[in-house]
């Protein structure tokens, strides 16, 4: 009898889930994250593998996708993932997902097998991947988690619970799992996934995040005869243990060993093209501590798109790509048939490095010939203009039919103004870096958990001001307050001799200006009020300044870092809470059944179903 009632049961919610019309699509994933022996400049090291690949798998989705992933923590030690881009969760997603952990807590069930389930609309009854979910789905109840991935961009509307941050999520503990329900709600564009604690990005763990148009949305380019990502960026032989002892011992980390494209080093990767046709290239700067040229010997990129805004359509022999930030190019194989250089080479830096791949055309009557395309090194006004042409397509559609430029950014004006000065200090003998005099120290206990379950003595509101003070640096666990629905301007002040590179989690911000010297109020007048990209991550210059403007639409605990792996991890970072009053759906999804609990909020609920 009882086995009836559990059989009616799960076909009662199957049958819920399956009979709403009108649903956006369901893509599932479940990963399996491993050490294995990898090799990516000759020297074997320990790296860390999603489904045994390194780089991870991609993520293919479109427009407002659903997108539930398992990630099973097989390493030895606490994980998390991130995502460069912006999420949102929706109601009837999460319900859903309740109504299956419900039925899925009742009973046990063995592991899912470690594979990747493709993209399909909420299951039917006899689907394997409605089997994966639900198993999935009942082992992260009431665990404390310890590895996390963060999705960089995906902007999780609504939904800081997915971020995958240390401020917001629990991280996955060695032998268990979480499931991540995310929306990417209202996005295209390229992005990538990372994972976020400690130096794990070191050793892998990242992948390409893309976001597709919607078929009924116009795209302001035909559609290209094939798609590849680029995951490019610095890479250290030493193992990322190694590297977190010697930042943990005070000192920063040495010069890179080299660059990598898609995990491999030069002429390690080949992309094959048909001569005549035209491809789109996803570019990402993966890296943890440097700025990298790409360019394509003999072949002109037309730039199409940055981090979800479709940009005027410049043509570049070569672009600049600096930590954390996407670039989408379209290349058109218009030379002889033959092989050809795709080069990365450091920006910046007193040593050049470069590594290569082969752009192969299927005709290929010879293989590379002669010494890769050299590129731009430490010229800062180069790259400087070069960011000032990238402009936003007024015309084209974004995510949603309307054109892009029928936001007027300019025309509104800001609630508040935020001035974000990065600094190197010293601090009880050790290198720390701050922002306004703030070296950011982790609490014992997630942030938003803390929030919400009302735990006093993690953090405190204004523990960070939100102008420099220049004033001796000091450790906290800093949190600055705003206001939802507020629209904020950002200047980030660089007074260092190198370049910088920040990312503000759950929200695209509008990049109004950037100079040298001294950022004053004047400095307004120069702004770009009118047609400048929105993107979520963005470069400073050495002794120079950087403005953005911020909607505040995204309530939640949101982390602002520098993308230079080093500076965040000891302490060149900050939390922002974006709250509301109203306690609604309306404006932010209440705490997921299946949150992973930690610190001190070990023993809480989550909530009843």
């Not at 479940?30 to 990516?40: A, E, F, L, Q, S």
């Not at 069930?109 to 990747?116: E, I, M, R, S």
């Not at 509104?412 to 870096?433: D, E, H, M, W």
């Not at 991890?569 to 974006?578: A, D, K, M």
Request: net charge positive; charged share 15%; aromatic share 12%.
């Amino acid at each position: 009898m009882g086995g009836c009632r559990g059989f009616c049961s799960v076909f009662l919610v199957i049958l819920l889930v399956t009979c709403t019309s009108g649903e956006d699509p369901y893509r599932f994933y479940t990963w399996n994250i491993t050490y294995g022996d990898i090799y990516p400049l000759g020297v074997k090291q320990q790296g860390i593998l999603i489904n045994g690949q390194f780089p991870g798998p991609q993520i293919e989705s479109v427009t407002n996708d659903n997108l539930i992933i398992s990630v099973f923590n097989s390493l030895d030690e606490p994980f998390l993932l991130s995502w460069l881009v912006t999420c949102h969760a929706r109601k009837t997603l999460l319900t859903r997902l309740d109504l299956i952990q419900s039925v899925a807590q009742a009973r046990p069930h063995p592991l899912v097998d470690q594979t990747k389930a493709g993209p399909t609309h909420f299951p039917p009854p006899h689907s394997n991947v409605t089997r994966v979910v639900t198993q999935s789905m009942l082992q992260v109840q009431d665990r404390v988690s310890f590895h996390v991935i963060r999705w960089n961009g995906v902007q999780q509307r609504r939904n800081s619970w997915q971020d995958g941050v240390y401020g917001t999520n629990c991280p996955i503990p060695p032998g268990q799992n979480f499931t991540y329900a995310l929306q990417v709600k209202d996005q295209i564009g390229s992005y990538f996934y990372f994972p976020s604690l400690a130096f794990h990005k070191a050793a892998g763990g990242f992948g390409g995040f893309k976001i597709a148009s919607r078929s009924v949305i116009p795209v302001p380019f035909a559609p290209p005869a094939g798609d590849f990502t680029i995951l490019a960026g610095d890479w250290y032989n030493k193992n990322h243990t190694d590297l977190k002892a010697i930042v943990d011992g005070g000192s920063d980390l040495p010069f890179p060993d080299g660059l990598l494209i898609n995990g491999r080093g030069s002429n390690g990767y080949t992309f094959t093209v048909d001569q005549g046709k035209t491809y789109r290239f996803r570019i990402s700067n993966v890296g943890l501590s440097t700025s990298i040229n790409f360019r394509i010997q003999g072949h002109k990129m037309l730039l199409v798109e940055v981090e979800g805004t479709h940009t005027l359509q410049n043509t570049y022999d070569s672009l600049d790509i600096h930590l954390g930030q996407s670039y989408s190019v379209l290349v058109t194989a218009d030379q002889p048939g033959q092989d050809y250089y795709i080069v990365v080479s450091s920006r910046f830096t007193s040593q050049v490095l470069t590594a290569t791949s082969i752009l192969h055309y299927s005709n290929s009557a010879g293989s590379v010939s002669g010494p890769p395309p050299g590129g731009p090194t430490t010229q800062i006004d180069w790259s400087l203009e070069q960011s000032r042409s990238v402009r936003r397509n007024l015309t084209a559609s974004g995510p949603r039919p309307n054109p892009q430029g029928s936001y007027h950014y300019g025309l509104i004006n800001t609630t508040r103004t935020i001035r974000l000065q990065n600094s190197a200090p010293v601090i009880n003998g050790k290198q720390r870096y701050a922002v306004n005099s703030v070296s950011f120290i982790p609490a014992d206990t997630p942030l938003k958990l803390a929030d919400y379950f009302k735990i006093s003595g993690v953090f405190s509101l204004g523990s960070i001001p939100d102008s420099p003070t220049g004033s001796g640096a000091y450790l906290q666990t800093s949190v600055m307050n705003a206001d939802f629905r507020g629209f904020a301007e950002i200047v980030f002040e660089n007074p260092e001799d190198t370049v910088q590179s920040w990312h503000i989690d759950g929200h695209n911000f509008f990049v109004v200006g950037m100079d040298g010297g001294q950022w004053t109020p004047a400095s307004k007048l120069t702004y770009n009020l009118r047609d400048t990209v929105s993107r979520c991550t963005v470069q400073v210059y050495p002794n120079s300044w950087t403005a953005v403007y911020v909607p505040l639409d995204n309530v939640g605990m949101w982390n602002i870092r520098s993308e230079n792996w080093a500076r965040q991890y000891l302490g060149q970072q900050f939390y922002l809470r974006v709250y509301s009053s109203a306690n609604s759906w309306r404006d932010e999804y209440p705490i997921p059944k299946n949150a992973l609990l930690c610190g001190r909020a070990l023993g809480r609920r989550t909530r009843p179903l």
